[in-house]
């Protein structure tokens, strides 16, 4: 189920599904997408873990394909170019503060780091998520409901009956 067009889709399975997403994906549109994925429960421990911070609203998740970034001096460094700083991290995603709020400065961050893809969502955004698929639970959504981030150099798109629509050339993430 889309949750909004910048590629998060949220969908009842495992993570094995969203290979099987993204390969119908390519079918369908003939574009490639890196896939991440974290459990809606995994990304609500997140968020918990961040939103009472008074920086929330500056805070956003990172996803990426690789093990946990150790947050040293060296990353740091990297992260402060970019303007934030790296405070969280565990096996495929990281939490990171901009300067400003309203910025994604985390995504090259990792992509440089991890030499890899990655994609991102705000804390305001993830709370936005979060809120209306718990209730969606209420009304048989399970707990092994995933989040999937396509992480995209051009936002998808989807039609209203639900449909994929290939990106739009000169869009921006």
Do not use: K, Y
């Amino acid at each position: 189920m889309p949750f909004q067009s910048n590629g998060t889709v949220v969908f009842e399975g495992d993570a094995e599904r969203a290979q099987d997403a993204a390969l119908a994906l390519a079918a369908h549109a003939g574009v490639e997408r890196e896939v991440f994925t974290l459990t809606l429960d995994r990304v609500r421990d997140i968020v918990s873990d961040h939103d009472p911070a008074p920086d929330a609203n500056r805070r956003e998740l990172t996803l990426h394909a690789r093990n946990r970034i150790t947050l040293d001096a060296t990353a740091q460094t990297d992260a402060g170019r970019r303007r934030c700083v790296l405070l969280d991290t565990g096996v495929g995603w990281v939490v990171s503060l901009n300067e400003r709020a309203r910025e994604s400065n985390a995504t090259p961050v990792l992509e440089r780091l991890t030499g890899a893809p990655a994609t991102s969502s705000g804390i305001p955004t993830l709370e936005r998520l979060i809120d209306r698929f718990s209730r969606g639970r209420r009304s048989g959504v399970s707990a092994r409901t995933s989040a999937v981030h396509f992480a995209v150099a051009d936002p998808l798109s989807f039609d209203t009956d639900g449909g994929f629509r290939p990106p739009r050339r000169g869009a921006h993430s």
